[in-house]
């Protein structure tokens, strides 16, 4: 009998680990099978310090309870709930059929100047490409700023500042950049309520993040809609939990005039590929998408989804880690 639930670690490239945290990205794989038909489905549950709050342990318990009937799947934690409805959807069948291409922004992270030669063309073949701000001083961001500018021509950037900064510190960051350049910011601001200033004095529409996620901010959200200054909701698919989650939020998304961007947590390129076929289902997913971090993983599920000409394409699902289950 094949064991439904293989736990792999996945290394790091040294240049990611200090973004990632971890030397290793830790995750397991639940197969599913449908003894009638024997349609197999597959999902990935990797939750990662610092953004879930359960861990993998954790997860996996839930997800055995889950299995033994103790459980109800509404109740797991969000990576397992991911994974488990990741694993119903295909297999009933999502990710088995061809599906249209997607646009991916490009993932720099803070260190442009340690990119080799293939991923800054990879890079520049993107419509967008994402910088991490915040995470030292202003000197550092317009550094990183200026540096993307002239090795990304043409592309506009999107700053994820992860709540770390104040108003003052970003508009500090922006200070004489051309507002062009850039496609939003994403959640930059420790108090998210004042995102709306913010991009009223430096002209760059706002992103939100971290509070998509959070369950008591819906209040917060309408708010926010109602200054016209976002333009884009990033879904974390496994921060947010399963797929009918995600589409619900998607669709939340949409009534408040705002695109939605998919976007992982440095998983394998399994969930990265099965995100194209989820974006094939949202009507308001026209944006580039946050897919674009496959080069950070020295090892993966399976072949590496790395954009070409700034997509990936919507090929029918790969089985992660083949050999393994025979």
């Given at each position: 009998?094949?064991?439904?639930?293989?736990?792999?670690?996945?290394?790091?490239?040294?240049?990611?680990?200090?973004?990632?945290?971890?030397?290793?990205?830790?995750?397991?794989?639940?197969r599913?099978?449908?003894?009638?038909?024997?349609?197999?489905?597959?999902?990935?549950?990797?939750?990662l310090?610092?953004?879930?709050?359960?861990?993998?342990?954790?997860?996996?318990?839930?997800?055995?309870?889950?299995?033994?009937?103790?459980?109800?799947?509404?109740?797991?934690?969000?990576?397992?709930?991911?994974?488990?409805?990741?694993?119903?959807?295909?297999?009933?069948?999502?990710?088995?059929?061809?599906?249209?291409?997607?646009?991916?922004?490009g993932?720099?992270?803070?260190?442009?100047?340690?990119?080799?030669?293939?991923?800054?063309?990879?890079?520049?073949?993107?419509?967008?490409?994402?910088?991490?701000?915040?995470?030292g001083?202003?000197?550092?961001?317009?550094?990183?700023?200026?540096?993307?500018?002239?090795?990304?021509?043409?592309?506009?950037l999107?700053?994820?500042?992860?709540?770390?900064?104040?108003?003052?510190?970003?508009?500090?960051?922006?200070?004489?950049?051309?507002?062009?350049h850039?496609?939003?910011?994403?959640?930059?601001?420790?108090?998210?309520?004042?995102?709306?200033?913010?991009?009223?004095?430096?002209?760059?529409?706002?992103?939100?993040?971290?509070?998509?996620a959070?369950?008591?901010?819906?209040?917060?959200?309408?708010?926010?809609?109602?200054?016209?200054?976002?333009?884009?909701?990033?879904?974390?698919?496994s921060?947010?939990?399963?797929?009918d989650?995600?589409?619900?939020?998607?669709?939340?998304?949409?009534?408040?005039?705002?695109?939605?961007?998919?976007?992982?947590?440095?998983?394998?390129?399994?969930?990265?590929?099965?995100?194209?076929?989820?974006?094939?289902?949202?009507?308001?997913?026209?944006?580039?998408?946050?897919?674009?971090?496959?080069?950070?993983?020295?090892?993966?599920?399976?072949?590496?989804?790395?954009?070409?000409?700034?997509?990936?394409?919507?090929?029918?699902?790969?089985?992660?880690?083949?050999?393994?289950?025979?």
């Amino acid at each position: 009998m094949i064991d439904p639930i293989l736990r792999i670690p996945l290394a790091v490239r040294a240049e990611a680990r200090a973004l990632v945290g971890a030397d290793t990205r830790e995750v397991a794989f639940l197969r599913l099978e449908d003894e009638a038909t024997g349609a197999v489905g597959f999902g990935e549950c990797a939750p990662l310090a610092g953004l879930h709050r359960e861990t993998l342990d954790e997860s996996l318990e839930s997800i055995e309870e889950w299995f033994d009937g103790m459980r109800a799947a509404e109740s797991l934690p969000p990576t397992a709930a991911f994974a488990v409805s990741c694993a119903m959807r295909t297999m009933d069948g999502l990710g088995s059929a061809p599906v249209a291409p997607v646009p991916v922004a490009g993932f720099a992270g803070d260190a442009i100047a340690t990119l080799d030669g293939a991923s800054l063309e990879e890079l520049r073949a993107c419509t967008a490409v994402k910088l991490k701000i915040g995470r030292g001083d202003a000197t550092h961001d317009r550094a990183l700023i200026a540096a993307a500018i002239e090795a990304f021509p043409g592309r506009r950037l999107r700053l994820d500042g992860n709540r770390r900064m104040t108003r003052a510190a970003c508009e500090d960051v922006l200070r004489g950049f051309d507002a062009a350049h850039f496609e939003y910011l994403e959640e930059p601001l420790a108090d998210p309520s004042e995102l709306p200033s913010l991009s009223r004095a430096t002209g760059v529409p706002i992103a939100l993040d971290e509070c998509v996620a959070d369950r008591g901010a819906a209040v917060l959200r309408e708010e926010l809609a109602r200054s016209g200054r976002v333009c884009a909701w990033v879904l974390r698919m496994s921060a947010l939990g399963s797929l009918d989650e995600i589409e619900r939020v998607a669709t939340d998304a949409a009534r408040l005039g705002a695109d939605a961007v998919l976007s992982t947590a440095y998983e394998s390129s399994y969930t990265l590929r099965l995100a194209v076929h989820i974006a094939a289902r949202l009507p308001n997913a026209r944006r580039a998408h946050g897919l674009g971090t496959a080069r950070i993983l020295l090892e993966d599920a399976c072949e590496p989804a790395r954009p070409r000409d700034g997509v990936l394409d919507g090929a029918p699902l790969p089985v992660p880690f083949v050999e393994a289950w025979s």
